[in-house]
């Protein structure tokens, strides 16, 4: 079973709009990542946010983890075309060296 | 600045057939990943290690093996194709065990068809 599941599972807005998207997660972690995927490409790291952080920037996004909830959410402001994407939370585990992703959000930017 | 290479870029295979996807990293990372991505669905881990020598089984890791006999590369080989092996695989690095502070790094995949 998936330790993240995003929310909502696809997302189309206008350009300019803001976007947001949640993650939940099942057990407790050590950090939680967020990805971007562009359509057939690998997966870019995004922002990485530990359980004792509640929340992070970076440019025009910006990440808030609620452990209590154990959940998180992605903000991306002003959204641009180039911001169309696939975007996937990924937790670790506490046994084992393996990072478990989400099945993601598709977002689209219309221009 | 290459980062993760992964060959082939596509590969169609008949069921039964044997092949091995390459992965290299040029960032002196220990840790390396072998993950496969199915629509609509997030990436799963199939094998991965924690350096040069070692592997480790990750959630899906029948029907694959791997290898790391050098640093900077690691091997992920398909001895009996299936159908249901029909994949985008990801190979991924990192400096630093999951629970630390460092990101992955990931290819651009290889899609495999299996016929």
Redesign the interface.
């Known amino acids: 079973s998936?330790q993240?599941e995003e929310d909502p599972q696809a997302l189309s807005i206008q350009e300019g709009e803001n976007a947001t998207m949640n993650c939940s997660y099942k057990t407790s972690i050590?950090?939680l990542?967020w990805?971007r995927q562009n359509s057939?490409?690998?997966?870019?790291?995004l922002i990485?946010i530990?359980s004792n952080e509640r929340e992070k920037h970076s440019g025009r996004l910006r990440v808030t983890l609620d452990t209590s909830k154990k959940s998180s959410s992605l903000l991306i402001t002003a959204s641009r075309a180039a911001d169309t994407a696939s975007y996937?939370c990924?937790t670790?585990?506490a046994a084992g060296?393996?990072?478990?992703?989400?099945?993601?959000t598709r977002v689209l930017v219309k221009p | 600045n290459a980062g993760?290479t992964q060959t082939p870029k596509f590969r169609v295979l008949k069921t039964g057939q044997s092949m091995t996807l390459l992965c290299a990293q040029d960032m002196n990372h220990e840790?390396m990943?072998w993950?496969r991505q199915d629509p609509?669905?997030?990436?799963?881990?199939i094998h991965?290690s924690?350096g040069e020598g070692t592997t480790?089984k990750?959630?899906v890791p029948d029907g694959y093996n791997v290898s790391r006999l050098k640093k900077q590369n690691f091997l992920l080989g398909l001895e009996s194709a299936a159908p249901s092996q029909t994949s985008v695989y990801?190979c991924?690095s990192s400096s630093e065990?999951?629970?630390?502070?460092?990101?992955?790094?990931?290819?651009?995949?290889t899609r495999l068809s299996i016929l």
């Not at chain 1, 060296?97 to 993601?104: E, H, I, P």
């Not at chain 2, 609509?40 to 881990?45: F, P, S």
């Open positions: 998936q993240g050590n950090n990542q990805y057939g490409r690998g997966l870019v790291h990485l530990r996937f990924a670790d585990h060296n393996k990072l478990t992703f989400g099945g993601g | 993760v840790y990943y993950y609509g669905m997030g990436l799963r881990l991965y924690v480790a990750g959630e990801f991924a065990r999951v629970s630390g502070n460092q990101p992955q790094h990931f290819g651009d995949g």
